[in-house]
């Protein structure tokens, strides 16, 4: 391994090795207890390996018992030492490499196919009953890491396999010691990755209902550890999850009461560990969250001055210690607040805003092409922006990449926007739409602009029974280059719909009238 570092470290870049790619297949030989090409070995070294793979052949070149005897012993301690170099490797790859380049741009995937290697190497020797505690409880909270990796890659068998392969280290772990606080924590964790897999399968209720079941347990581990970081972050991503279900579930107050509680969590947490990076960013995703609830609330001006507040702290954590993920976070806080902008009263302050947020969206798309909420984001502010055919662009990356429920309504919007309608329906006639409040309410649109008015009104009852107007965001722009020419008076209602609707987020009471009188108009109520 001093070897391979050294080369990788080489005064002359001659020395080095020619790319990555070299780079980690000596690392992957020698997780696996192969030959390294940076290595010199000695005869006894090439001698011990060759008996090891070769022992027939070598065998019958042997000339006395004793020499074979010798070789035999030698093997013997070369392949142990070989094993447990590799199984410390891959811990220290496990514990320490892994979470420090999981912020390079452009590793994800890498990182989670190396994890995989390094995982296998390293649980082939810890028995999940009788293993040291410190080991089980790396390869739980590894496993969870490499479920939530493969869940955002859209990975979803493989993501369930790995959370199995957790929860094998983690039962052990609390029947052994049920008030370990760092097991606890684990089991919190594993949890809320169980319960997007549910809500990607359509059972949200379940999915909810499994994490406000784990609210009681997430009390008592934060008793038992007050002020311990993995314990305060696991609880905040618990209250985080289940805020997000009840806002898409139009319990807007219940969902904001909640979303202020894992705000406040993450702050704790953030006291509790100032310098982990994780800790910063969750402190930005929470406070987002929380304005985003307090738009849908008709508390606008809370929301902004929300907004406002966490990005000045954000340009501040990252003039402190800058970063992919806090980059990211920034970007998600910026992209919030140009939704909630008014177009014509901030205009000038939304024009900056959204120039800043495409910009950082975009280079960290670029960087790492497959982030998943940055690509999401990337497609609705090219909406705000006018920009549809960029919008598209990135929606489209989005649907190629099948990554659920979470980014379909960005999907959706677009494919309005751009008249793909029927992306819109195939949607609709899915057994579990991916996002049924958004198939909802651009169905209603879609259908009405078709003039298939019965279709249109059972839209917009489904959108009615989903409170739609409150938690699908809203794009007039696009609605107005839908009706752009036409003079139908479908399509000049459309138009005053958009008009009267100049809010992303936040104006939902318009919207929701303004869909009554679409309905209204439709079943010929004058």
Same mark, same amino acid.
């Given at each position: 391994? /001093?070897?391979?570092?050294?080369?990788?470290? &080489?005064?002359?870049?001659?020395?080095?090795?020619?790319?990555? *790619?070299?780079? %980690?297949?000596?690392?992957?030989?020698?997780?696996?207890?192969? @030959?390294?090409?940076?290595?010199?070995?000695?005869?006894?070294?090439?001698?011990?390996?060759?008996?090891?793979?070769?022992?027939?052949?070598?065998?019958?070149?042997?000339?006395?018992?004793? /020499?074979?005897?010798?070789?035999?012993?030698? $093997?013997?301690?070369?392949? *142990?030492?070989?094993?447990?170099?590799?199984?410390?490797?891959?811990?220290?790859?496990?514990?320490?490499?892994?979470?420090?380049?999981?912020?390079?741009?452009?590793?994800?995937?890498?990182?989670?196919?190396?994890?995989?290697?390094?995982?296998?190497?390293?649980? &082939?020797?810890?028995?999940?009953? #009788?293993?040291?505690?410190?080991?089980?409880?790396?390869?739980?909270?590894?496993?969870?890491?490499?479920?939530?990796?493969? +869940?955002?890659? !859209?990975? @979803?068998?493989? /993501?369930?396999?790995?959370?199995?392969?957790?929860? @094998?280290?983690?039962?052990?772990?609390?029947?052994?010691?049920?008030?370990?606080?760092?097991?606890?924590?684990?089991?919190?964790?594993?949890?809320? +990755? @169980?319960?997007?897999?549910?809500?990607?399968?359509?059972?949200?209720?379940?999915?909810?209902?499994?994490?406000?079941?784990?609210?009681?347990?997430?009390?008592?581990?934060?008793?038992?550890?007050?002020?311990?970081?993995?314990?305060?972050?696991?609880?905040?991503?618990?209250?985080?999850?289940?805020?997000?279900?009840?806002?898409?579930? !139009?319990?807007?107050?219940?969902?904001?009461?909640?979303?202020?509680? $894992?705000?406040?969590?993450? +702050?704790?947490?953030?006291?509790?560990?100032?310098?982990?990076?994780?800790?910063?960013?969750?402190?930005?995703?929470?406070?987002?969250?929380?304005?985003?609830?307090?738009?849908?609330?008709?508390?606008?001006?809370?929301?902004?001055?929300?907004?406002?507040?966490?990005?000045?702290?954000?340009?501040?954590?990252?003039?402190?210690?800058?970063?992919?993920?806090?980059?990211?976070?920034? &970007?998600?806080?910026?992209?919030?607040?140009?939704?909630?902008?008014? =177009?014509?009263?901030?205009?000038?302050?939304? #024009?900056?805003?959204?120039?800043?947020?495409?910009?950082?969206? %975009?280079?960290?798309?670029?960087?790492? =092409?497959?982030?998943?909420?940055?690509?999401?984001?990337?497609?609705?502010?090219?909406?705000?922006?006018?920009?549809?055919?960029?919008?598209?662009?990135?929606?489209?990356?989005?649907?190629?990449?099948?990554?659920?429920?979470?980014?379909?309504?960005?999907?959706?919007?677009?494919?309005? %926007?751009?008249?793909?309608?029927?992306?819109?329906?195939?949607?609709?006639?899915?057994?579990?739409?991916?996002?049924?409040?958004?198939?909802?309410?651009?169905?209603?649109?879609?259908?009405?602009?078709?003039?298939?008015?019965?279709?249109?009104?059972?839209?917009?009852?489904?959108?009615?029974?989903?409170?739609?107007?409150?938690?699908?965001?809203?794009? =007039?722009?696009?609605?107005?280059?839908?009706?752009?020419?036409?003079?139908?008076?479908?399509?000049?209602?459309?138009?005053?719909?958009?008009?009267?609707? =100049?809010?992303?987020?936040?104006?939902?009471?318009?919207?929701?009238?303004?869909?009554?009188?679409?309905?209204?108009?439709?079943? !010929?109520?004058?």
């Amino acid at each position: 391994l /001093a070897a391979v570092c050294e080369r990788a470290l &080489a005064w002359n870049r001659d020395h080095r090795y020619p790319n990555a *790619g070299e780079l %980690a297949l000596e690392l992957e030989a020698f997780l696996a207890g192969k @030959r390294v090409k940076a290595y010199d070995y000695s005869f006894r070294e090439v001698a011990g390996r060759v008996l090891k793979r070769h022992r027939a052949k070598a065998t019958l070149a042997l000339s006395t018992l004793a /020499a074979l005897l010798v070789l035999a012993v030698f $093997s013997a301690v070369s392949v *142990g030492r070989e094993r447990d170099e590799a199984r410390q490797m891959a811990r220290f790859f496990l514990a320490d490499v892994a979470p420090t380049l999981a912020d390079v741009p452009g590793t994800s995937e890498v990182i989670g196919q190396l994890s995989h290697g390094a995982l296998e190497a390293f649980s &082939a020797g810890v028995d999940p009953v #009788r293993g040291a505690r410190e080991d089980r409880l790396l390869l739980a909270r590894t496993w969870n890491g490499l479920a939530h990796q493969h +869940w955002r890659l !859209g990975k @979803r068998p493989e /993501a369930r396999e790995a959370l199995e392969r957790a929860q @094998r280290m983690l039962g052990p772990l609390l029947d052994q010691r049920p008030d370990d606080p760092d097991a606890l924590a684990a089991q919190l964790e594993h949890e809320v +990755w @169980r319960s997007d897999l549910l809500i990607d399968e359509g059972s949200e209720a379940e999915a909810l209902a499994l994490l406000e079941g784990q609210l009681e347990r997430a009390q008592r581990v934060r008793a038992l550890a007050p002020g311990s970081p993995p314990v305060l972050a696991a609880h905040t991503l618990l209250l985080s999850r289940i805020s997000i279900i009840r806002y898409t579930r !139009g319990e807007m107050r219940l969902g904001i009461e909640i979303s202020k509680r $894992s705000r406040d969590s993450a +702050w704790e947490y953030y006291r509790a560990a100032p310098d982990d990076l994780h800790a910063a960013v969750t402190v930005l995703d929470e406070s987002n969250n929380l304005a985003l609830g307090q738009f849908m609330t008709g508390s606008r001006a809370d929301g902004l001055t929300t907004l406002r507040t966490v990005i000045e702290l954000a340009q501040a954590m990252r003039a402190r210690r800058d970063s992919r993920a806090l980059q990211a976070g920034h &970007a998600t806080v910026l992209a919030s607040l140009a939704r909630g902008l008014h =177009p014509v009263a901030d205009r000038q302050e939304r #024009r900056r805003v959204l120039a800043d947020a495409r910009r950082l969206l %975009a280079d960290l798309i670029t960087a790492d =092409p497959g982030r998943n909420s940055e690509l999401s984001d990337a497609s609705e502010l090219a909406l705000l922006d006018d920009d549809l055919p960029g919008a598209w662009q990135y929606a489209e990356r989005v649907e190629a990449l099948g990554l659920g429920a979470e980014y379909d309504a960005a999907v959706i919007s677009a494919a309005f %926007a751009i008249g793909q309608d029927e992306l819109i329906r195939q949607k609709a006639r899915a057994p579990v739409p991916g996002s049924p409040a958004a198939v909802a309410l651009f169905g209603a649109l879609v259908e009405a602009l078709a003039g298939n008015t019965l279709l249109a009104r059972a839209h917009l009852a489904k959108c009615q029974e989903l409170k739609c107007a409150e938690v699908v965001d809203w794009f =007039p722009g696009a609605l107005l280059h839908r009706v752009e020419g036409r003079t139908d008076a479908t399509a000049l209602l459309l138009k005053k719909l958009a008009e009267d609707t =100049p809010l992303t987020i936040g104006g939902h009471e318009a919207l929701a009238k303004g869909l009554k009188e679409l309905d209204a108009h439709l079943g !010929g109520d004058p």
